[in-house]
C-alpha cells in the first residue's frame, strides 16, 4: 500500500453472546473432569488475526447446552434483541453447546422475525482447549459468515451455513447439517 | 439427528491451486532458513474439520510472490480458467505470497471475466508452520467464503473479503485491506 | 561434526509400560468426556526428537490409577521383572495415573530390591492431549532422569526426581514431591 | 499427600543465561526473516511446569552462535564465573546456538575448572517458535539434567547429556553427540 493511497479501515462491529457449551470445556487438574468454570471465548478470540473487525464479548451463563431450561433460551432471545435494538451493531454471533443448538436457533429465528443483521449461532465438536479442536476453526468461520450472510438466524459450523429452521446436529458424523 | 430424518449431505466441492507464498514456508534446520521445499498447505487442510467440504489440491508452483514472474502469473490464470472450464466445480481457491497477491488478483479478474463460481485468492503474513500463525484461520474463511461469495474474483484475509480490483497490501498493519 | 571424526552413537535403549492415568485421556467426541480408549504415549513420544534414545512401549493396561487393582499392581510389577531380566535394556520408564503412583512405586521398590538399571515411573497432572499439559515435559524428563539416576526406582515429575519411598501427591500444589 | 504429613518444598536454585541461537528465533513478519529481536526464553519456561524449580534468566546477549566473537565468548565465560562466585545457585544453564555451542563449551569448562554445580550448555536444532521444535524438551531436559548431573560443564541435548570436552555437532543428524 503506498503511503498517498486512501484505504478503507472502518471496523466490522460484532456483538458475542457467550453461553457455555462444549466450545469452552476446559480440563480441571482438581478434579480430573472438563468444567465450564473458566471462560475461554476471550483467549480464542486473542489468537484470531482480524485487524478490522471489533468484537465485544457479553456472557451470559456458562452451561452445556443439554442444561439449558426454557428460561435460560428465553434469557438468550432477551439478549439478542437486547443487543440489536442498541442498533450499531453489524452483526450478532452465539457460542452455544451442539445437543441444543437447533432448538435455540429456531427460538431466536421465531423471536427475532427479520434482524436487520445476521445473527449466527456456532459452536464445537471438541472444546478448544483440547487437541484437535474445531472451535477456533469455527469462531474464524461464524466471524467470517456474520459478514457476508444475509440479515436472519444462521447457524455455522465446519465451514457451512445453515438456515435456523433446517439445522439438525448429526450425532453420527460429530456437524450440524441441514434438513435435506 | 433422528435415524429417519432425511439430510442434505452433497459435498461443497473446491479445487485449491497452490503457488507458495509466506503461507507454505517452514524452517529448514540444515540450512537454519525458511524454506518453500516442503509443500504444507496439505497438512493444513487436514487439521480443518469440514465433513461436507471436498477440496482437491493441484499445485502450481511454490514460490515467494516477489519472485512470480510475468510468465507465472499467466500460468495461474491458465490454471484457473482450466479449473473452471471443466466444471464440476462449486468454488476456486488460490494459496499466494501476498506481496503481489494484488497483481494476480488483477490479472484473475481481467482475464476470467464472469467465472461462474466465486475464485478466492488468499495467504498469510506468518507461515502456517510459525508460533501464532493466521494460515490456519486464513484458509478457514476463505473456505467459508467462497461458499457464500457471489461469482467473481475476491481477495479474503483475516476475516474480510475484499473485491480483486480493490484489494492492496497495508504493509503498516500487515493485512489486505481495500482501496476507499 | 568432521566427516573423519569417530562419535559414539549407541543407543540408549529404554522399554516404557504403559498403564493409562491422566497421561493418556482424550476427549471423546461421542460421549463428550474424557477417556483411556485410544493409546496416546505412541504419539507423545513423536514428537519428541531423540536420535539416540530407542523407546519400545509395551502396553499393559490403561485404568485410571484409582482404579488399578492390587491384582492389576502386581501385574505391573511382573512385567518389571520380565523386563529387567531379559536384560538388554539401559532403563525401565512407567506411566501412570497420579493418584496411586507412589503405591506402584514402593510395590517396585520392594519387589525389585536392587535392579541393575534406573526404573523410573511418572505421568502428569494434565492429559498431553490438553492444552497447557505437563506430559509431554514430564516424558522428556523421565527419559532425560532415566539415562543420568542411579539404579533403583524413581518418581519423576515437574523436573524432580524423588525415591520412590518418599514419593507422595502433594493434591495442593498438583505435583508429586518428597516426605521429608 | 495428608494435610499432616511434612514434606520438603525447599526449591532448587537455576540462573539461566540467555545468549541467543537458534532456540531463540522467531518470525518477523515486517522482513519475513527469522530474527533474534524478540527474547523467548522467558515464554518458553512459563509453559513449562516446575513448582520447586525457580530459574532466573539472566540475558548476556541475541547472536547466532556463528557470531559469537571471542569477546562475546569471554564475556559468557565472565557471566558464569560471577553468578557461580554469588553462590547460593544450585545450577547454571546456559543457552546458545549450536554452531559454535561446543567451543563456548570448552571455554567453559577451562575458565570454570571445578565449579561447585553442574553448568549445563543446551540450544536447540528448530527454534522454539516453530512447528516441531526442540526447544521445549531441550530446556526441560537440561533442567533435568542440571538436577541429576555431577558438577562440571557438560552439554544437553535431545535427552543426552555429553561432557563439555567431547561435545560435538553433528550436522547430518542434527544433534550434538560426543567424540568417541
Known amino acids: 500500500m503506498k503511503a498517498t493511497e486512501s484505504v478503507d479501515r472502518s471496523p466490522f462491529n460484532v456483538v458475542l453472546l457467550a453461553t457455555g457449551g462444549t466450545i469452552e ?13 473458566v471462560p475461554v471465548i476471550e483467549g480464542l478470540l486473542e489468537s484470531l488475526d482480524m485487524p478490522d473487525v471489533s468484537v465485544r464479548i457479553e456472557r451470559l451463563m456458562a452451561k452445556d447446552s443439554l442444561d439449558i431450561t426454557d428460561a435460560d433460551r428465553q434469557a438468550i432471545v432477551y439478549a439478542a434483541q437486547a443487543v440489536l435494538e442498541q442498533g450499531r451493531v453489524d452483526a450478532l454471533v452465539i457460542t452455544h453447546g451442539t445437543d441444543t443448538l437447533a432448538e435455540t436457533a429456531v427460538a431466536l429465528h421465531v423471536a427475532l422475525g427479520s434482524p436487520g443483521v445476521p445473527v449466527v449461532i456456532t459452536g464445537a465438536m471438541r472444546p478448544y ?18 459478514r457476508l450472510l444475509a440479515p436472519g438466524v444462521h447457524a455455522v459450523m465446519h465451514g457451512r451455513a445453515i438456515d435456523a429452521e433446517r ?3 448429526d450425532y453420527e458424523r460429530l456437524t450440524l447439517t441441514a434438513r435435506a
Open 129 to 146: 482447549r483440547v487437541a484437535a479442536s474445531d472451535a477456533a476453526q469455527n469462531i474464524a468461520q461464524a466471524l467470517m459468515a456474520a
Open 167 to 169: 439445522v439438525v446436529k
Open 25 to 37: 470445556k476446559s480440563y480441571d487438574p482438581h478434579s480430573g473432569q472438563l468444567s465450564l468454570a
